[in-house]
């Protein structure tokens, strides 16, 4: 019996050696120490010694299961840790790979303004960007807006204190470069501004493009070629430039400009609501009295001043519905216009 032990002991620790996975050791606990396997058998024979050996071969029995148990538990959890190892391994998530790379892209604003920027760039004007935290005296002193005059209510500017405020338009680098560098001036001012208002086609933060020119002998024609030259060029080579008068505090003529409808070509439709032409921006002659209250000389000197919504051209431009659709950062929506 003994030696009968030891033959098994010595056969399960030859197979433990020969294993490679915890399956394989699975089967040789059953094949041994299972209900009805070799090893347990010995314990069932034990009625068979006699009564007097029986409780020092029933020692060395359980002794021997003992040493079984171990050595196939160890070498259990050798491969079992060898095994999650390897499956950690396989599953780990490289994330520097993926499934194609999600490449940003310039938002559509940004692109319409970079394309405005280089037309206007290649026509000698300069690019400046100013203060978005304005003082009342440059949003609106300076460019004849009088203390009585609506766009000052609280209603559609936010102020800070009395006399600060968020710019309500780009104007306000006008009066600061009008005062700060001597004629001829071309510039075009980019920035955001703020008006308290929101819906569909008017966001309280929205884009503008505001464009100076002050030299000698300048005229509405000058500002008509100008402008023509920018809406073939944002929009298309057919495009026309209409000027209807209007009214600015900062302006003298005035004019609303229309662009010829880029949807049906000035036929009539829905975007243009029958009348062929879209309204895109504000322009006219800079009031002398501006030019005065910056210093220069308004007999001598004459310009115009133009301003628009960048995210209106670019709503235009890509038929987009709603202004706001262009500050909610949704990926879906901006990924169309890579
Ligand atoms: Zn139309």
Redesign the pocket.
């Known amino acids: 019996m003994t030696e009968k032990i030891k033959q098994l002991v010595d056969k399960v620790k030859e197979l433990l050696e020969k294993a490679s996975s915890v399956a394989e050791i699975g089967d040789i606990r059953v094949t041994f120490l299972g209900k009805s396997g070799e090893y347990t058998g010995l314990l069932r024979g034990l009625k068979d010694v006699a009564p007097a050996e029986r409780g020092t071969i029933g020692k060395l029995i359980n002794e021997g299961k003992v040493r079984l148990e171990n050595m196939i538990a160890e070498k259990e959890a050798y491969f079992r840790k060898k095994e999650e190892a390897k499956k950690l391994a396989s599953e780990k998530i490289d994330v520097t790979l993926s499934k194609g790379y999600l490449i940003g892209s310039t938002h559509p604003i940004t692109k319409v303004k970079n394309e405005i920027l280089d037309t206007f760039i290649g026509l000698g004007f300069a690019v400046k960007e100013g203060p978005e935290i304005e003082t009342d005296y440059y949003n609106f002193q300076t460019l004849g807006i009088p203390a009585d005059h609506p766009a000052r209510d609280m209603q559609d500017t936010f102020y800070i204190s009395e006399n600060i405020l968020l710019r309500t338009h780009t104007s306000p680098m006008q009066s600061r470069t009008m005062l700060s560098e001597k004629p001829p001036i071309r510039i075009v001012v980019p920035g955001k501004v703020y008006r308290a208002d929101d819906d569909a086609t008017h966001s309280p933060i929205f884009n503008q493009i505001e464009g100076l020119c002050v030299e000698e002998g300048i005229s509405l024609a000058h500002l008509k070629n100008m402008l023509e030259i920018f809406a073939k060029s944002t929009f298309t080579k057919d495009t026309k430039v209409r000027f209807r008068p209007s009214y600015f505090p900062f302006t003298e003529p005035s004019v609303e400009v229309d662009i010829s409808?880029s949807?049906?070509g000035g036929?009539?439709?829905r975007?243009?609501k029958g009348t062929?032409w879209i309204e895109v921006l504000g322009a006219g002659i800079v009031n002398p009295v501006v030019l005065e209250n910056c210093g220069i000389d308004s007999k001598k000197y004459s310009g115009f001043a133009f301003g628009f919504g960048i995210d209106r051209i670019a709503m235009l431009k890509y038929g987009i519905p709603d202004i706001r659709l262009m500050y909610e950062n949704d990926v879906n929506f901006l990924k169309q216009y890579k």
């Open positions: 409808c949807m049906c036929k009539g439709c975007l243009c062929g």
